[in-house]
């Protein structure tokens, strides 16, 4: 499968990464207007011993006709010189750019099947969470192609467009909110006497280590509160303080916030 880069950047050197890693077959082609950041795409997702596996490209156009997919990787205020460049194009083309919307390209690019993703910083190492929803003229096999691209990079949903805003909202805005509790959570340790750096490390362990014990014995947040919970012991003693206070509504008003802002951004 032939799979193109349309920008080089930071986002799309870790989804061909994963690509590649993943798709034995995957020959990445890919374009940016800074070379240096090509060059640095090619070392960081190329295959060693095979040469074939990632290649650059003269300019956009080459990059869309020589490919099955192609990923739109720029900034969305790049977008409209991209649309003017890759004017005509055909083929299965995959939007990572926040903001911009199906329709926009489907007008652009009458001949052109899009899908638009929302994806989060966390691909940078492979543990993507993303949304992401297929435009009018795609197809059912464009699906299962995206699919296994996009799973390939972590987490992927496929999701009716009008739902992208709350996904920017939870999981695209999502790792700045989980920083600041990993923040608050470090700052808790450290007040009760741990070096931080130990208490850093200790609540990175325990954020990663409950949510892949979650995932990996698919047990519900409301079970392991149970687990965890001995009759008068420390976790209940804990839980009384937390389980009291507003966390939840400030958490549904955070996620919110963002929403309404990816809404009125989108509009
Ligand atoms: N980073 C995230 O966590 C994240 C999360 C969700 C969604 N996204 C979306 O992902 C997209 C890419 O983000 P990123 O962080 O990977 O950006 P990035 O690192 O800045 O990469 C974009 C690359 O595109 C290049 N470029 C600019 N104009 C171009 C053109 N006409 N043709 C080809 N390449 C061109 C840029 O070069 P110059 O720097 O020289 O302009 C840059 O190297 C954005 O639309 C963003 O909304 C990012």
């Known amino acids: 499968m032939r799979i193109g880069f349309i920008g080089a950047g930071n986002m799309a050197t870790a ?19 800074d070379a240096g950041r090509l060059t640095e795409f090619i070392h960081a997702v ?14 956009n156009a080459q990059v869309v006709d020589g490919c099955d997919v192609c990923f739109l990787a720029v900034k969305p205020q790049v977008m409209p010189t991209i649309l003017a460049e890759i004017a005509g194009a055909g ?11 199906i329709a926009t390209f489907e007008t652009a690019l009458p001949d052109a099947r899009i899908v638009r993703v929302m994806p989060n910083t966390p691909c940078l190492v492979g543990a993507m969470a993303a949304g992401y929803a297929n435009g009018s003229r795609v ?32 999981s695209g805005s999502g790792p700045a909110f989980v920083a600041r509790l990993i923040g608050a959570f470090t700052d808790a340790g450290a007040a009760n006497g741990l070096p ?72």
């Open 15 to 33: 989804l061909a990464g994963a690509i590649v890693g993943a798709i034995d077959d995957a020959r990445i082609v890919a374009f940016d207007v």
């Open 46 to 59: 190329a295959r060693p011993g095979d040469s074939d596996a990632v290649t650059a490209a003269a300019g």
């Open 91 to 101: 083929g299965l083309l995959v939007s990572i750019a926040a903001g911009i919307r």
């Open 139 to 170: 197809t059912s096999e464009d699906r299962e192609v995206v699919s296994r691209l996009l799973s390939s990079a972590g987490y992927a949903v496929e999701l009716p467009e009008r739902l992208l805003d709350a996904v920017t909202g939870l």
């Open 196 to 267: 931080r750096e130990v208490a850093y490390r200790l609540t990175l362990a325990t954020f990663a280590g409950t949510a892949r014990l979650l995932d990996g014995h698919a047990m519900t947040p409301d079970e392991l509160v149970t687990m965890v919970s001995s009759p008068n012991g420390t976790t209940v003693a804990g839980r009384a303080v937390l389980e009291a206070s507003d966390i939840a509504d400030v958490i549904a008003s955070t996620v919110a916030a963002a929403t309404n802002r990816s809404k009125e951004l989108g509009s």
